[in-house]
């Protein structure tokens, strides 16, 4: 890292969200318990943060090109090191994540498809995930045939629905939200009670932040940290997870 001096910090920073729902982390409104946070982060910093959300793969193409000061809620994969930095570099700091969120696997109620924690087993046809959703990943190392073309949450359980997938791949905390919402869905569907994954999800920070404001940038992130741990924060968590599970 540069021993320049630090810049002036900015007036604002704008952040990118994916335009869809990640229950109750965060909604494509712009709500949940991912902006109550960072919100908490920028008052005590006295900055302010914007928001603008857009589709997946673009906050990714935007924050390497240095539109966006970072994008929240994102897992790691080490290929996002082009685009931007993550708290703890290469190896991120599980401690000063956004939040930790387990994939999980739902199934037709009557299926036999299965997952052990090691393994599927009786898998007849693919598995749906979220288009760029790094979870795809994962599956491939298992070899098992993936469709992950659905745009949304909702798409990729429509797509269940209609038996175009044997199964799918996806957040516990958004599957819980849909299920609220629909009888159909709770009716016809099922999740296995063995989590696929579980994984960190950081406000990954551009490049250029990280060269012009590298004290503040971590400033920023061990903030989270410690603010995400207080008792406060802790029960608007276990409040939003019960009411949406």
Known sequence: ????????????????????????????????????????VAAELKLRFRYQSAPWKRCFADLQQNHYAGIISV???PERLEAGAYPGGIKPDPGKALYVEKYIVVRPKGSHTSWNGKAFQSLQGSIGVQLGYSVADDLKRYGVPIDDGALTSVDVLNKLLANRVAAVVMLQGEFGALMAEGSNRRNRLEMLPTPFAEKPYYL????????????????IWQTIARL?????????????LNTDH
């Open 1 to 40: 890292m540069s021993q320049a001096a630090e810049t002036s910090p900015p007036d604002e920073l704008l952040f990118c969200f994916e335009d869809a729902d990640v229950r109750p982390w965060q909604t494509r409104e712009g709500r949940g318990l991912s902006f109550e946070l960072l919100n908490q």
């Open 75 to 77: 897992s790691f994969k």
């Open 204 to 219: 990954m920070l551009s490049h250029q932040m990280i060269r012009s404001q590298p004290e503040l940038s971590e400033r």
């Open 228 to 240: 995400k741990v207080s008792s406060a924060y802790q029960e608007k968590e276990r409040r939003a």
